[in-house]
């Protein structure tokens, strides 16, 4: 199959850029291709919203770029930030014409505060801002004739210069997907790639991405020889629900602190002031690490997030959602704390690339959480995520209708890409083995590459992780792939990535936290 632009991940950031595309080229041909169904990625469980700057009476872009490269610890690219977060509100005001609504307050948008922020500048639907915009464009995207849809497939390996026996300078041709469904894998070649994976957050035991977040696109990059950067720089949330409903761990937004939440522990004591003055709207590192401690030293799998003070109409009006969760798992907001810890939750680094998501392989674009742009630094300001996706899907968009006039390839070329090979059958005993792989992996990276870590536990997880990725070899040498083991490989070199970077980083900066290096 062979179309003019693949797109593979359909959350806001491969959505807006389909039809980003299709605004600027409408007879471009795009397929979009989703791990799952089109509504089952991060973007989906994004609750907060949307980080624009709105009401320039008591906001600015300085401030917001401020606080952005406050949370980032300086390590963010200064020259990104600043057009990021000036590009904004005309993302935003793009988004509104796409058919998203925002909660307002009479004719003006209700700005909500989160962690690390200096004025209100949350743009939000109640606390499914990610499900709604997602939605939104779904509709929009379903609606445009130059674009294609292939959901439950995986992404399993891009075509490069390797895949024609050729050497030299690199391109990407497309990529293998397979099939959730009969396990086929199909040649899918394009002009342009798209990557727009998310994140690799189920690496971890306990995170708050979904079960299809495997760092896919971070997997099939790296074995292309694709620079990927800063992936040590693994943001945890500070307030995941305690414990997981159904096998699943549901985030409590930022939000909620933002209208005033309290942070307590098991003795009842709003522990935040001992580790910052910015209390529980400190940026995220500095909370997760403090309900981090507290765990440790109460000996609990949980603090207590206080929202017994606030006006109960406020809360119900604002949070509905995370109200009905927490009923759900039997816990009044208004008469009792949530139980909340830690999860993993966001790679603030990713595949390396330019100012309109160039990487450093021609013809192969990352946008979103996959990607590396220099936005967020050592750990993202709160909110920035959705941000960063509607500003590089139009850069990204803009760049390849440029690279699509000057570089094309014949229709005869992408002819000579082979089909994937492999033939074997996996048996029920193997699929049961590469479960028991994927958990070993996530209890081992949980353990030694967490909120904290130390040199010997690097060593200890490098080591645990070479006999993961010499077993995982031996099943995708001697068996026909399917999309479990697919997940496991890509799981295995992001895992690989994250502790790599980490032994190399030598000082603790934003989420990177080695107690050999606390002074």
């Given at each position: ?34 791990k799952?169904?089109?509504l ?6 994004a609750?907060?919203?949307?980080a624009?700057?709105?009401?320039f ?32 509100p ?11 609504n ?17 004025a ?6 109640k606390?499914?801002s990610?499900?709604h ?6 509709d ?5 004739p130059?674009?294609?849809?292939l ?7 891009l ?7 050729e ?10 997907v397979i099939?959730?469904?009969d ?11 798209i990557?727009?994976?998310?994140g690799?957050g189920?690496?971890?035991?306990n995170t ?14 790296y074995?292309?020889?694709v ?5 040590h ?15 699943a761990?549901?985030?409590?937004s ?6 005033g ?13 001992q580790y ?27 603090v ?6 606030l006006d ?16 759900q798992?039997g816990?009044?907001?208004f ?26 392989m ?13 936005l967020?630094?050592?750990?993202r ?21 440029e690279f699509?006039?000057?570089?094309p390839?014949?229709s ?5 890409i ?14 049961g ?5 994927r958990?070993q992996?996530q ?14 536990s ?5 080591d ?16 026909k ?39």
């Amino acid at each position: 199959m062979h179309t003019d632009v693949l797109v593979i991940g359909t959350g806001l950031a491969g959505l807006s850029y389909a039809l980003q595309l299709s605004q600027l080229k409408p007879k471009t041909n795009i397929l979009l291709i989703s791990k799952r169904d089109l509504l089952e990625g991060n973007t989906k469980y994004a609750q907060g919203g949307i980080a624009v700057v709105s009401n320039f009476k008591s906001d600015s872009y300085a401030k917001h770029a401020q606080d952005t490269i406050a949370a980032g610890n300086s390590e963010n690219n200064p020259r990104v930030v600043d057009f990021v977060v000036r590009e904004g509100p005309s993302r935003l005001d793009e988004l509104i014409t796409w058919g998203a609504n925002f909660d307002k307050e009479g004719k003006q948008l209700h700005l909500g505060k989160e962690g690390g922020h200096s004025a209100n500048r949350i743009v939000h639907h109640k606390d499914q801002s990610g499900l709604h915009v997602l939605t939104t464009l779904i509709d929009k995207v379903r609606s445009l004739p130059n674009v294609n849809l292939l959901e439950k497939h995986t992404l399993v390996d891009l075509i490069t210069k390797h895949h024609l026996g050729e050497e030299g300078g690199n391109r990407c041709y497309g990529a293998y997907v397979i099939s959730k469904d009969d396990e086929k894998i199909l040649k899918l070649t394009a002009q342009v790639t798209i990557l727009s994976t998310g994140g690799a957050g189920q690496v971890y035991e306990n995170t708050t991405n979904p079960s299809a977040a495997t760092g896919d696109g971070l997997g099939a990059a790296y074995r292309a020889r694709v620079r990927i950067k800063n992936l040590h720089y693994v943001q945890f949330h500070p307030t995941a629900l305690y414990p997981k409903i159904n096998g699943a761990t549901f985030l409590i937004s930022e939000a909620v602190r933002g209208a005033g939440a309290y942070l307590r522990n098991e003795k009842g004591i709003r522990f935040m002031k001992q580790y910052d003055e910015r209390m529980e709207l400190a940026p995220r590192d500095i909370v997760s690490r403090s309900i981090y401690a507290e765990i440790q030293q109460q000996k609990s799998p949980y603090v207590n997030l206080d929202l017994s003070h606030l006006d109960s109409k406020t809360v119900r009006d604002q949070f509905p959602t995370i109200i009905s969760s927490c009923q759900q798992a039997g816990i009044d907001v208004f008469k009792e704390g949530i139980p909340v810890y830690p999860a993993a939750h966001y790679f603030c680094g990713g595949i390396d690339v330019d100012d309109h998501g160039q990487s450093t392989m021609t013809g192969l674009y990352a946008i979103g959480e996959c990607s590396h742009s220099g936005l967020h630094g050592a750990n993202r300001l709160a909110s920035n995520s959705l941000l960063e996706a509607l500003v590089f899907a139009a850069r990204a968009a803009a760049h390849s209708v440029e690279f699509m006039h000057e570089n094309p390839l014949p229709s005869s070329f992408f002819e000579k890409i082979p089909q994937w090979n492999g033939t074997e059958d996996i048996s029920n005993e193997k699929n049961g083995s590469i479960q028991n792989l994927r958990k070993q992996l996530q209890t081992m990276m949980t353990q030694y590459v967490g909120i904290e870590k130390t040199n010997q536990s690097l060593e200890v997880a490098e080591d645990r992780l070479y006999d993961i990725y010499i077993t995982t070899k031996e099943l995708y040498q001697e068996n026909k792939l399917t999309p479990q083991l697919t997940t496991l490989r890509n799981m295995v070199s992001v895992s690989y990535l994250i502790i790599k970077q980490a032994q190399a980083a030598k000082e603790n900066k934003g989420v990177f936290y080695n107690l050999d290096y606390v002074n």
